[in-house]
């Protein structure tokens, strides 16, 4: 029952706590849960078989605040997500780095993000134009897909999230357009195989990381060629307590080291 299952909406918060205080990108997940709500609501109000019951959007509203609350619980609280935004929001900051540009830039061409995202838009095409008998749109999955259409293409950075978004809408066009439904035989199946096979690819990685980092990597558990560690030790003994300023890729190892000042 979708009151039952509105529960695990709760999981949100947990996961934002994770995320902000390991990744900037925290931002994309909150804009997500708004996007959702925006698409729930708009379902409430419609007739169509989406619509939720009223007691499960306001589950979706109380995720989505508990998830703005919780972007606070980071070592500097209420400061971390205020100079993010300071940061970020001003587009000349923005500019400066190749990652951020649009995915029609030059610099992006290479890397054929347009073939790629045209490809995504004619197969979620596709599969709305099988749809049997159904002309009520889920706009709490197409409001986040066209959401982050427009975003992947002004920042190719945002790369990685378009998939976690659009898949949802793929699957939910994809059972519409489905004549006969799984059995729950093959249902349970299809998601054990999947769940496997994450779990599978997570361990691998996690292995990898830790016990193979290649010299002049960036990435693995550990300090990779990029941190400051010496550059960090200096400025706790001559500058403690002191704001400084720091390129791309030195500021998380620098906020991990000098914290708390």
Known sequence: APSTHSRWLLVWPLVMLLWVNTHGGFVIGLL??????????????GHGATRLPRSAVRMVLLAVVMSVITVWCTPYAWRYPLQFLMVSLPAEHLAAVRDYDSIF??????????ERGALLLLLCAWGYSRRRNDTSADW??????????????SLARLTPFLAPVVVPTA????A???????????TVALATCSV???C????????????AVPIGAWRGLGNSYVNPVDEAEYLEQHYSGI?????????????????PH
Not at 32 to 45: C, D, K, R, S, T
Not at 243 to 259: E, H, I, Q
């Open 171 to 174: 699957l939910d066009m994809l």
């Open 176 to 186: 519409r357009g489905t004549p006969h439904r799984p059995t729950r035989q093959a």
């Open 243 to 259: 704001d400084v300023g720091n390129d791309y890729n030195t500021g998380g190892y620098l906020l991990f080291a000098r914290w």
């Open 200 to 211: 599978g690819l997570s361990a691998y990685e996690v292995h990898a990381t830790a016990t």
């Open 140 to 153: 709490a999955t197409v409001i986040p897909a066209v959401a982050f259409f427009g975003a992947y293409a």
């Open 196 to 198: 496997v096979a994450l």
């Open 105 to 114: 830039a030059d610099t992006q061409r290479s890397l054929r993000y347009v």
């Open 32 to 45: 997500y849960q708004f996007a959702i709500l925006v698409g729930e609501v708009l379902n409430h109000w």
